[in-house]
């Protein structure tokens, strides 16, 4: 079946770091990627979605390129805040079958210290 | 306001014990999910439903049952509750089944099976 793979379980920086979540996935069909995250008590939220190769997504400084060559979905980040201490996840749609359901990679959770 | 809630937020239950979580949704979606969320695992999907008064399983129904008895509501039912089922799990609901569609999240609620 479908599945996500990140990477890392958790990472920690500091203010200004760079940040690389990285996401690989494998499906089959033409998937829809995503990037949600989730906040300390709350449920997820999407923070962007891709639906085409090499189509870029972005949102709060956040972005990620569909890449259906290496079947990745990166989630980077120039200069992280504090504020965004968070769990991310990865997931993935496949619509082709009748009913799609969202697939979920095993979260990241990010520590960020000032 | 919070468009998809859940009751209670917490809960502990003792094993063997009959537990009923509850969502809620304000958005006029039809389609609402049950997740529940582990360390390690992510989101896994337990049950989802596309109209009232049907249901259908996800990838771990095993030890769930579920009930839809209006758009608006949906509930996950563990009729006897096992050490194994601790976890925090998520409501969701959407307005279409999958592809592009952005699933929204209640806050979760945490149940310690003792």
């Known amino acids: 079946g479908d599945s996500v793979t990140q990477t890392e379980g958790q990472v920690a920086l500091s203010e200004e770091d760079f940040l690389t979540i990285h996401c690989n996935y494998s499906?089959?069909?033409?998937?829809?990627l995503f990037w949600y995250v989730q906040y300390p008590g709350e449920g997820p939220q999407l923070l962007f979605r891709?639906?085409?190769?090499?189509e870029k997504g972005s949102s709060r400084g956040f972005e990620a390129t569909y890449d259906k060559g290496t079947t990745s979905f990166h989630l980077r980040k120039a200069s992280v805040q504090e504020s965004d201490s968070a769990v991310y996840y990865c997931?993935?749609?496949?619509?082709?079958?009748?009913?799609?359901?969202?697939?979920f990679g095993q979260g990241t959770s990010l520590s960020v210290v000032p | 306001e919070a468009a998809v809630t859940q009751s209670p937020r917490s809960k502990v239950a003792v094993t063997g014990g009959k537990v009923t979580l509850s969502c809620h949704q304000t958005?006029?979606?039809?389609?609402m999910y049950w997740y529940r969320q582990d360390t390690g695992h992510g989101l896994r999907l337990i049950h989802y439903?596309?109209?009232?008064?049907?249901?259908e399983k996800g990838d771990i129904p095993d030890g769930y049952k579920a009930s839809r008895p209006s758009q608006e509501n949906f509930s996950l039912i563990l009729e006897l509750a096992s050490l194994s089922q601790t976890a925090v799990y998520f409501c969701?609901?959407?307005?279409?089944?999958?592809?592009?569609?952005?699933?929204?999240f209640g806050p979760g609620t945490r149940l310690t099976v003792l």
């Open positions: 969701a609901s959407s307005d279409a089944a999958g592809g592009f569609a952005e699933q929204f």
């Open positions: 499906a089959s069909g033409y998937p829809t």
């Open positions: 891709a639906s085409r190769d090499k």
């Open positions: 997931a993935l749609s496949d619509a082709s079958s009748s009913f799609s359901k969202l697939v």
């Open positions: 958005n006029n979606h039809d389609y």
């Open positions: 439903s596309y109209v009232a008064d049907s249901t």
